[in-house]
């Protein structure tokens, strides 16, 4: 899942309640003995998202990161990526 510039990133985004942790946690589930995956949530004021695919174990623990924006959740995906990337990096 490799390129050239950079691992492949997929980014799941909907309203409250849609199923994005749960879509994730099945795509865990589903790729994680073929390929290296990690997670980073973003939430306005928690790392609950987090936390939830820690408890379900859909991957291991130090492959989830929990992003707090203190905003908007998109806003640190469309206009100011640092916050993750910085997640990442740790």
Do not use: W
Request: hydrophobic fraction near 40%; glycine fraction near 10%.
């Amino acid at each position: 899942m490799t390129q050239a510039n950079g691992p492949l990133r997929v980014g799941i985004g909907g309203p409250v309640g849609s199923g994005k942790t749960t879509l994730t946690e099945k795509l865990c589930k589903a790729l994680r003995d073929e390929f290296s995956i990690a997670v980073v949530t973003n939430d306005i004021y928690t790392k609950e998202d987090a936390m939830m695919l820690a408890r379900l174990q859909a991957l291991p623990e130090d492959r989830i990161v929990g992003v707090e924006t203190g905003g908007c959740p998109h806003t640190a995906i469309r206009e100011d990526a640092s916050i993750n990337l910085q997640a990442i990096a740790e």
